[in-house]
């Protein structure tokens, strides 16, 4: 259970921040911004600190604490994981009742016994360089059941360009060179009309980035020559996934080679198809969700709408909402809005953070299934 901080002084007048360093201090700025009037006390195993004044506030060591002030405080950890030494130090010293851990959100979470390994998962890491995926068509033809983008399902759309410029200046704006790659795809990129004008805005605007196009392969051998040129020119990366169908994929890869274009193939092995397994009932846990799939923090996604989610399931479900009944829903905690924060940092650090959708993934895993064409039918994304 999370507590805003401005619930802190209930628990004590005391608050003890473990952790010197850069956490720790921007939990101190935190909670100074928020006015909450308490003593404040920095608690370091590192010796190193001990008598340092960070901010007005002391640091002090396990030796040097008083006792009084240990029993009575609320302990904040305000290190980014791993952090199980510090726990278990607290808990060796039976100070576990009050210790909550702050990563670099509004909330800070209660550590317990039973949650500490799952709040500590390495997930919950914040990356260093942001890589994001942005679909640049909705709708799919190769339609296959259970598609974790929800594009067989997807009404026809287009993403415009000008609007992907307005998002990645801002995201420029956020996270400037750590902004690293973007991986275009959809649905299937290859429908765009004018898709190479997405390779030349990221080049115009970030031309450090990496540009990944994630394609089903089956339109390539009919793209134009400006296509082949302009991924060339743009350094574009094609990663071609291949499916259980009839296609051609070898002759289609010495095609990309004439080209001079570096491609990498992603391979389903045979009819093996990971599908989702969603939980209507949204009774999941969503710490362990989060942290035992293998999307979190990893496929993260940029909407149209500038919303920056830290996997493709919730930024998509708006196709699944719009032909099936269901009570699972995303919302505006699901997600970041890229034109109202401000602080790059905090954009990694969310999305390293578990989000209340994750309570309607099961066990935040994919299943494994046949590989087929949808039918359109609701239990395709189902347990
Ligand atoms: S090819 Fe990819 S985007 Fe298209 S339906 Fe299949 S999984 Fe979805
Ligand atoms: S919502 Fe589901 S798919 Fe997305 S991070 Fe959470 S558990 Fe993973």
Request: net charge negative.
């Amino acid at each position: 259970m999370g507590i805003k901080f401005e619930e802190l002084p209930n628990l004590s007048k005391t608050i003890i921040i473990f952790g010197a360093g850069v956490y720790g201090k921007k939990c101190l700025e935190r909670l100074k911004a928020k006015d909450i009037c308490a003593d404040y006390f920095f608690l370091d195993n590192n010796t190193e600190k001990e008598g340092l004044d960070i901010n007005g506030v002391r640091v002090y060591s396990f030796d040097s604490i008083s006792q009084a002030v240990l029993t009575e405080a609320v302990i904040i950890i305000a290190k980014l994981v791993p952090w199980e030494s510090m726990y278990l130090d607290l808990n060796n010293r039976g100070l576990e009742d009050r210790v909550y851990v702050y990563s670099g959100m509004e909330l800070l979470e209660k550590v317990t016994k039973e949650n500490y390994k799952l709040l500590n998962c390495k997930k919950r890491v914040s990356n260093n360089v942001l890589w994001f995926d942005y679909h640049v068509v909705e709708q799919c033809n190769l339609n296959c059941a259970g598609c974790i983008h929800f594009s067989c399902i997807a009404k026809e759309e287009y993403a415009d360009v000008q609007m992907y410029r307005r998002n990645l200046e801002q995201i420029k704006k956020l996270l400037g060179k750590r902004a690293a790659s973007v991986i275009l795809l959809g649905g299937e990129p290859l429908l765009h009309p004018d898709l190479c004008s997405f390779f030349r805005a990221t080049k115009e605007i970030m031309p450090w980035m990496q540009i990944s196009l994630v394609t089903n392969g089956i339109l390539l051998e009919r793209m134009r020559e400006d296509f082949w040129d302009a991924l060339y020119e743009n350094g574009v990366l094609i990663a071609v996934t291949k499916y259980p169908i009839k296609f051609q994929y070898e002759s289609l890869f010495r095609i990309i080679e004439n080209k001079i274009i570096n491609y990498v193939i992603n391979e389903e092995k045979g009819n093996k198809w990971m599908k989702l397994a969603l939980n209507e009932g949204g009774n999941g846990d969503i710490q362990e969700n989060y942290c035992n799939c293998s999307m979190a923090n990893k496929c993260i996604t940029l909407t149209k709408e500038g919303r920056l989610f830290t996997c493709p399931v919730p930024a998509h479900f708006h196709h699944f909402k719009d032909i099936f009944d269901t009570n699972i829903d995303y919302c505006s905690d699901d997600y970041i809005d890229i034109f109202t924060e401000n602080d790059g940092d905090n954009v990694l650090s969310k999305l390293a953070t578990p989000i209340p959708f994750c309570r309607f993934c099961k066990s935040g895993t994919l299943e494994k299934s046949e590989w087929k064409v949808t039918n359109k039918e609701k239990n395709e994304w189902m347990q």
